[in-house]
C-alpha cells in the first residue's frame, strides 16, 4: 500500500485529496484482478453461446464466417469452430484462474484480429478488452485464482500478488 506524503500547510481541499488517493490506493489488486478476468470472459462466453446448438456448431456460425467476417487466409468453417472453442475455452481458464496469462494473451490476440479484419469501428469497446486483458498479462490474475495457489504451493513468490 503506498501512502501519499504531504507537507504539513497543505489546506484542507489538499488533504482530503490525498485521503481519497490513498483509500484508491489501498484496494487490493486481488479486485482488480478478477474484474479484469470475470468481465471480458463473460463477453466472450456469451458470444461463443451463439455459435453453438447444444454440443454442435450452428449452420448460423458457419455462415456468419462465410458472410460477415470473411477473414483472410483461413476457411469460414475452421474460423468458426476455432472461434467457438476459443470463445469458450479461455474465459473458462480466466475465470477460474489457471494459466490466467495465457488466456489473456489469447484473448487479447483474438480481441486484435477481430478489431482489424471485422469490426474495425468497434475500437471504443475492443480497447476496453485489451486493457483488461493487458492487466492481467502484465500484474497477473491476483489472490482469487488457481494461478495463486499453484505458484503458492510451489513457493513462487510474485510481488503483485496481493
Same mark, same amino acid.
Given at each position: 500500500m503506498s501512502t501519499v506524503t504531504l507537507p504539513t500547510e497543505q489546506g484542507p481541499l489538499v488533504r482530503l /485529496? /490525498?485521503? *481519497?488517493i490513498g483509500l484508491l490506493e489501498s484496494l487490493p489488486y486481488w479486485v482488480l484482478g478478477l474484474a479484469a478476468r470475470m #468481465?471480458?470472459?463473460a463477453v466472450f462466453w456469451q458470444s461463443g453461446q451463439t455459435k453453438i446448438e447444444g454440443w454442435h456448431l450452428s449452420d448460423s456460425a458457419i455462415a456468419l464466417f462465410q458472410d460477415e467476417y470473411k477473414l483472410p487466409l483461413i476457411d469460414p468453417t475452421v474460423a468458426a469452430y476455432g472461434a467457438a #472453442? /476459443?470463445? &469458450? $475455452? $479461455?474465459?473458462i481458464l480466466l475465470v477460474l484462474g489457471l494459466a490466467s496469462r495465457f488466456a489473456a !494473451? =489469447? !484473448? !487479447?490476440?483474438?480481441? =486484435? *484480429?477481430?478489431?482489424? $479484419? @471485422?469490426y474495425p469501428d468497434a475500437w471504443p469497446t475492443h480497447g476496453v478488452w485489451a486493457t483488461c486483458f493487458l492487466l492481467v498479462i502484465t500484474r497477473g490474475p491476483g489472490l482469487i485464482s488457481l494461478d &495463486? !495457489? *499453484? /505458484?503458492? &504451493? #510451489?513457493?513462487? @513468490?510474485t510481488r503483485r500478488a496481493k
Open positions: /485529496a /490525498a485521503r *481519497i #468481465f471480458p470472459a #472453442f /476459443a470463445e &469458450h $475455452f $479461455f474465459p !494473451l =489469447s !484473448l !487479447l490476440i483474438m480481441t =486484435s *484480429i477481430i478489431e482489424i $479484419f @471485422v &495463486h !495457489l *499453484i /505458484a503458492r &504451493h #510451489f513457493g513462487i @513468490v
